[in-house]
């Protein structure tokens, strides 16, 4: 069993940043893959990111690619997501995932997200 919390998100303008955090508590934290799921109002669930289990690969969504970092410390049992330039359509609830192979996200862990909110 994983449980996630997500904290960090808040109210930013335009071209600023923020630092999302999912503290994870549980055991075999390392061997899950996570990843970084956003939902802006009237549009599905997408995804944003994803790390595995050594951090050394990661994937991104176009629409991040190059502005967004996601990266874990192990020890802390902690995911982060670096959102810098943020932009207006970045605006949506943020959710932490743990999935062990990345593969079945819908049936993996999810927190309880976070609110981000780019003003332009």
């Known amino acids: 069993q994983v449980q996630l919390v997500e904290s960090g998100g808040g109210l930013v303008q335009a071209g600023g940043s923020l630092r999302l955090s999912c503290a994870a508590s549980?055991?075999?934290?390392?061997?899950?893959?996570m990843a970084w799921f956003r939902q802006a109002p009237g549009k599905e669930r997408e995804f944003a990111a994803s790390?595995?289990?050594?951090?050394?690969?990661?994937y991104y969504a176009d629409s991040v690619k190059g502005r967004f970092t996601i990266s874990r410390d192990t020890a802390k049992n902690t995911v982060y997501l670096q959102m810098n330039s943020l932009k207006p359509e970045d605006t949506a609830v943020y959710y932490c995932?743990?999935?062990?192979?990345?593969?079945?996200?819908?049936?993996?862990?999810w927190g309880q997200g976070t609110q981000v909110t780019v003003s332009s």
């Open positions: 790390i595995n289990w050594s951090g050394r690969t990661t």
């Open positions: 995932a743990a999935d062990l192979t990345g593969h079945n996200w819908s049936s993996g862990y």
């Open positions: 549980g055991r075999s934290f390392s061997s899950y893959v």
